[in-house]
Structure formats: structure tokens, C-alpha cells
């Protein structure tokens, strides 16, 4: 676990910065100046670009960490990174004119009669491409281990972008559309920076040649296509239906929402991007005990340091957005609540999804997919029209757990493994508890320093059981380590 944890750190660090730049932009900035139908109108159109990113990518990005290991001659490997950098060019070739001819239909289903993002079916296409692309080249990266320039690319220059794009907007130096276009410029400036990177990492000999084994990477392709195209369906259809049913301002709260409850994942986000090629590997050498090693020491650590993550959001959440003091952005705090709980149950199965999506049964994920984006379209269409945002909420957790319980399922079925032991129960137990007594301190006058209080104790009472009953070596080590450094 030294590479994992060694490059997650750097990861997770990075992926912090991340956070607190983005909460800036959409607590503060984005609220305070072009507005929250603005901000709810950028929301929806990059939801929209990222429904679209998968049918340009066509999966190739998972196809090259799954075989990239399993590639037995350099010549083998060049052939699959050059193949998995021009098959998306054909596909764009066949996509591109069908999506000018259909670009209004399309939009209109994902976003209802909303004429707003109808204006921008240019740019939500662009972003997808220009994204599509980054992903390629980021697991370009991973598969050569250097993921940690490529993780700053993803996670702190978007929000870096939008936080330069909305100072200059408050400074009246550019306007909403002005805003718009430089935001897809900076979209293509990452994919040259990423590029020029992973060319600069390795470069492949060029031939006119497919991979030998082209026709299980064809295949692999294609239902890791249909499984990322239901996957990001359903990360994304909650914010496009709210656009459609009730309003902007809602996207705006709903997506505010997301990004608070995002931060209980951030830690997995970090791990899974230097953890996906070493359980590649470990399949390709069908090396089944360090497999179910990576499966539970993933998730013990990720139960404690995602659990804490938990604990201190929700604990300070009515605190949190008195200090935003927003219109409207505190009626979205049972959001959070439900998403977050939705997302640590997600973490606690460490890597089991690299490992599905990595292995011979990767098949069932696209079916996993589709039964969850079915559930998606028909719990939210119910529980927004009854419930609004916090119907969204419910049906975003409800397809979590269902997917998250099938997945389980397989895995223990087909490798007779499972990510839990008798940890993870204490963990959740003291989860429990710690919520409760927390939850019982009552809001101080001041919010800073109620935030500050309650985080102190958390942290102490959580520091307990993660001694006493030795939860993650790991984590045990990487705190000793940065003792010694001060």
C-alpha cells in the first residue's frame, strides 16, 4: 500500500484545494454576482455535457488501465495507447453530424422544454469532447502511475477556471456569454496541458497496426460505454430533471447540496485513481489474496477517514449555511444529509468497483447500470414532482444502495470475497454514537466558532476507538509520519 498511499495523499491534498476553491465559487461567488439562475444555468448545461462525454469516449479510458498490464510486449502496449487515442475520433465522426442534426430533440428530453440551455447545445457538445479526451489521456497517466498532475488537471483546474472566470465577471472585465466561452477555452487548455504530460511520460511507437486482442477490447469498450453512459445518467439525470420540473434557483441549491455531501467521497476519489491499474494488475495475475487485501484495506481506511469527513459536515451543516447566509440554500441542508450517507456507504466498499470493472464479470455493471438508471428516471420523476429537492435527494440515495447492494452481491458470489470484517462494524457503531452526543450540542450564537467547537470535539471523541481498536495501519502510520515532519 506505500504507492497508494504515498500518491493518495497527494491526491487527497489536491482534491482539499479543490474543495474549498469550488466552495467559494458556489456558496459565495456564484450566488453573490451573475446570480443563482446563472449558476443553476451552467449547472445544467455541464450536467447535460457530461450525459454526452460517454458516447464520445466509447469507455476506451477503462479499456486501456484493464489491458494495459495485461499487454505482454511493449509493441502490444503502444498499439492499445494509440488505439484508445484514435478510436474517439471515429466516433466523434459519426456522432458529431447526428448531434448537429438532432441537437434540440436531444436537449429537450434531457432538460425538458427549457429554452435556456437549448442556446448552448455547442458548448455542452464541446465540453464533452474536450472531457472525453482528458479522461483518456488521465488514465494514460495512471496506468504509468503518475496520477497526481493529472488528478490536480481534474479535480483544482476546473474550479481554479471558474473562480478566475467569476472574479473577472465581478470586475465587469467579461459578461454571462463572455463567461461561457472562455469556460470552454479552459477546457481545451487542460486537455493540451494533459497531452503534452503524458506524451511527455512516454511516448508509443507509432504503426498501422490494432492490438492482437482488439475484439475483447471492442467488446469491453462497448458495455463499459453502455455501463459509463447509464453511470453518468444517473449521476447527472437529478439535476437536469430539477432544471426541467421546478427552476434554476433549485439547481443551484440541489447542486450546492451535492458539492457539500461530495466531500465525504473526496478521499475515495483520491485513492481509487492509483488503486484501479494494481487491481488490474492483480487480476491479470489472478493473484486473489493480494486482491482481497487491496478490497478491505481500501475500505477500512476509507470507512475512517470518509466517516470522519461525514461526522464533521453533517454535524455543522445548520452552522455552515448560516455563515453562507444565502437565500433559499439552507432549505437544501436534508440534501446533504441523505447524499452523504448514500456516498459513505459507496466508500466503505473500498475498490470493489475497480474490481468488477476490471475482471471477467465487468458485464454485469452494464446491467447493474441500466436497472439503476431505469429506477433513477422513475424515482426522481415521483419524489421531485412530491417532494422537490429532497425527493431528488431520496432517489439519488435509494439508487446508491440498490446498485451498491448488487455489486456486493457479485463479488462475494463469483470471488467468494467481501470488503467488511469485524472493524467495520465497530467503525459504523461509533459513527453512530459520536452523530448522537454531537447532535445533542446546541448552535452557539456564533457560527465560526460553533463549527470550530464541534469539529475539536469530533475529532477527539473519533480519535478514541480509531486507537483503541487499531482501525487502519495505514493511517496510523501516515499520522506518524507527518508528526515527525513538524
Not at 448545461?45 to 464520445?56: R, T
Not at 451498491?404 to 465497530?426: A, R
Not at 478514541?464 to 508528526?483: A, V
Request: aromatic residues 16%; positive net charge.
Amino acid at each position: 500500500m506505500g504507492i497508494i498511499a504515498k500518491q493518495s495523499i497527494y491526491n487527497v491534498f489536491s482534491i482539499g484545494i479543490a474543495f474549498v476553491i469550488g466552495a467559494l465559487n458556489m456558496v459565495y461567488l456564484y450566488p453573490t454576482y451573475p446570480g443563482k439562475e446563472f449558476q443553476g444555468l451552467v449547472i445544467a448545461v455541464l450536467a447535460n455535457s457530461n450525459l454526452i462525454q460517454p458516447f464520445l469516449s466509447f469507455g476506451v479510458q477503462h479499456t486501456l488501465i484493464k489491458y494495459f498490464s495485461d499487454a505482454d510486449s511493449k509493441v502490444e502496449r503502444d498499439r492499445l495507447l494509440w488505439f484508445v487515442l484514435l478510436f474517439p475520433i471515429l466516433i466523434l465522426l459519426i456522432i458529431a453530424p447526428l448531434y448537429s442534426q438532432f441537437n434540440h430533440a436531444i436537449l429537450e428530453f434531457l432538460s425538458g422544454n427549457s429554452e435556456t440551455v437549448g442556446r448552448f447545445p455547442f458548448m455542452i457538445l464541446a465540453v464533452a469532447i474536450s472531457t472525453a479526451y482528458f479522461e483518456v489521456f488521465f488514465s494514460w497517466l495512471r496506468v504509468h502511475l503518475h496520477s497526481v498532475f493529472g488528478n490536480f488537471l481534474k479535480e483544482v483546474y476546473p474550479r481554479l477556471l471558474t473562480l478566475i472566470l467569476l472574479l473577472c465577471y465581478v470586475f465587469s472585465w467579461i459578461d454571462k456569454d463572455s463567461f461561457i466561452n472562455y469556460l470552454i477555452l479552459g477546457y481545451y487548455l487542460r486537455l493540451f496541458v494533459i497531452a503534452a504530460y503524458s506524451f511527455y511520460i512516454y511516448v508509443p511507437s507509432f504503426e498501422f497496426r490494432l492490438p492482437s486482442n482488439v475484439k475483447p477490447m471492442m467488446r469491453y469498450s462497448a458495455l463499459i460505454f453502455l455501463s459509463g453512459a447509464a453511470a453518468s445518467f444517473i449521476l447527472d439525470i437529478d439535476k437536469s430533471m430539477i432544471y426541467a420540473i421546478t427552476s434554476q434557483e433549485n439547481v443551484a441549491f440541489y447542486a450546492v447540496a451535492l458539492y457539500i455531501a461530495a466531500v465525504v467521497e473526496a478521499p475515495g476519489r483520491a485513492m481509487f485513481q492509483i488503486t484501479s491499474p494494481l487491481v488490474a494488475t492483480a487480476l491479470n495475475q489472478n493473484d486473489l489474496p493480494r486482491l482481497e487485501s487491496l478490497l478491505k484495506k481500501s475500505s477500512a481506511n476509507l470507512m475512517v477517514v470518509c466517516g470522519l469527513a461525514f461526522l464533521v459536515i453533517n454535524l455543522n451543516l445548520v452552522d455552515f449555511y448560516q455563515l453562507i447566509n444565502q437565500d433559499g440554500y439552507a432549505s437544501a441542508i436534508g440534501v446533504v444529509v441523505i447524499v452523504s450517507l448514500g456516498k459513505f456507504f459507496s466508500m466503505s466498499m473500498g475498490c470493489l468497483n475497480n474490481i468488477i470493472s476490471n475482471s471477467q464479470y465487468y458485464s454485469y455493471v452494464f446491467w447493474f447500470s441500466i436497472s439503476s438508471a431505469i429506477l433513477a428516471v422513475l424515482l426522481n420523476y415521483y419524489f421531485i414532482n412530491v417532494y422537490g429537492i429532497i425527493g431528488a435527494a431520496l432517489a439519488t440515495f435509494m439508487v446508491i444502495v440498490f446498485i451498491n447492494i448488487c455489486k456486493i452481491i457479485l463479488i462475494y458470489k463469483v470471488f467468494k470475497i467481501h470488503p467488511y470484517n469485524k472493524k467495520s462494524w465497530s467503525i459504523v457503531l461509533s459513527l453512530f454514537l459520536i452523530y448522537g452526543v454531537i447532535y445533542l450540542i446546541p448552535t452557539m450564537i456564533n457560527p465560526i466558532l460553533s463549527i470550530i467547537i464541534r469539529s475539536v470535539l469530533i475529532i477527539s471523541l473519533f480519535a478514541i476507538p480509531f486507537y483503541r481498536f487499531r482501525w487502519s495501519e495505514e493511517i496510523e502510520n501516515q499520522l506518524k509520519r507527518l508528526k515527525a515532519l513538524f
